[in-house]
C-alpha cells in the first residue's frame, strides 16, 4: 500500500480485517456496557426525577464497569473504551490513526447503543435526561473545559503508566488502576461537569437525549489532557528499557564460583 498506507495503518485494514473487526467489536461492546450501567446509576427509579445525585454511587458505577470491561477486552483492543485514551495512544504512535479513527467510531456507536438501552429499559417517569454530561450551577463553559483537562490528563497518565511495556510487573493491576480512576475522578467533578472524562459516554447520552449543551468541552478538554498526558508520560516519565547483560557476563557462573570460595568446596580458579 505504500509508505504514507502504512504510516496511516490502511495495511492493518486490509491485512488484518479479522483482527481490527474483533477490536472494534470489543470498543462497541465496552462503551455499551459502560454507557448502560455507568449512565442507569444516574437515574433512580424509586425517588424519581427530584431525587439528589448518588455521587458515590455513580462513581462506583463507572469505576467499577471500566474495571470490568478492561479486564475482559484488553487483550483483544487494548480496551481503550475512551476517545481520550485513543486519541493518547495515537499521538504517540502506539496506535496507527487509520485504527484510531475507526476505534473513535466505534466507542461512539457503542456509547449511543448503551444510552438507548437505557432508555427503553427505563420509565419515561423517571429517565428524565438518561445521564447526560452538563455543566454545574455557575460552572462557566472554560471551567468545565479546565476539569475535563485535567480528568481526560489523570487517566490516561495512569494507562501510560500502568501499560509502559518496560513494567510488566504493573499490567496485572491495570484494569483496577484504571478503574479506580475513573472512580476519583468521577467523585470530583459530578458536580462540575457531570464528570465525562469519556467523549464517548458523552456523545451516546447527548444522542439519546438530544441534549447538546456546551457538548464541545466533553470533546475538547478530555482529548486535550489525554494528548498532553500521553506525550508527557512517553517522553519523560517512561521506564527504562532493563538492561540485556552481555552474552561474556554470565553471573550465575560467577555466583557459583564465588560460593564454591566461601563453603571451602571447590578450588579459587580466578
Not at 495503518?9 to 486490509?14: D, P, V
Not at 452538563?134 to 501510560?160: S, Y
Amino acid at each position: 500500500m505504500g509508505e504514507l498506507g502504512n504510516k496511516l495503518g490502511l495495511n492493518e485494514l486490509s491485512g488484518g480485517a479479522a483482527g481490527i473487526s474483533k477490536a472494534l467489536l470489543a470498543e462497541f461492546i465496552g462503551n455499551l456496557l459502560l454507557n448502560l450501567f455507568g449512565c442507569g446509576a444516574c437515574i433512580n427509579i424509586s425517588q424519581g426525577l427530584d431525587a439528589p445525585a448518588d455521587i458515590v454511587l455513580i462513581a462506583l458505577a463507572f469505576g467499577l464497569s471500566v474495571f470490568a470491561i478492561v479486564s475482559a477486552i484488553g487483550h483483544v483492543s487494548g480496551g481503550h473504551v475512551n476517545p481520550a485514551v485513543t486519541a493518547g495512544m495515537a499521538a504517540t504512535g502506539k496506535v496507527k490513526p487509520a485504527r484510531a479513527v475507526l476505534y473513535v467510531i466505534a466507542q461512539c456507536a457503542g456509547a449511543a447503543a448503551g444510552s438507548g438501552l437505557l432508555k427503553a429499559f427505563t420509565p419515561d417517569t423517571v429517565a428524565g435526561k438518561l445521564g447526560v454530561t452538563g455543566l454545574g450551577k455557575n460552572v462557566t463553559a472554560l471551567q468545565g473545559f479546565g476539569i475535563e483537562f485535567f480528568l481526560g490528563f489523570v487517566l490516561v497518565f495512569v494507562v501510560c503508566g500502568v501499560c509502559d511495556p518496560n513494567k510488566p510487573d504493573s499490567k496485572s493491576t491495570a484494569p483496577l488502576a484504571i478503574g479506580l480512576t475513573v472512580t476519583l475522578g468521577h467523585l470530583l467533578a459530578v458536580d462540575y461537569t457531570g464528570s465525562a472524562m469519556n467523549p464517548a459516554r458523552s456523545f451516546g447520552s447527548a444522542l439519546v437525549a438530544s441534549e447538546w449543551s456546551d457538548h464541545w468541552v466533553y470533546w475538547a478538554g478530555p482529548v486535550a489532557g489525554g494528548v498532553a498526558a500521553a506525550l508527557l508520560y512517553v517522553h519523560g516519565f517512561s521506564a527504562p528499557a532493563p538492561d540485556v547483560p552481555s552474552p561474556r557476563y554470565r553471573p550465575v557462573a560467577a555466583d557459583e564460583k564465588e560460593l564454591k570460595r566461601l563453603d571451602g568446596k571447590g578450588e579459587d580458579m580466578a
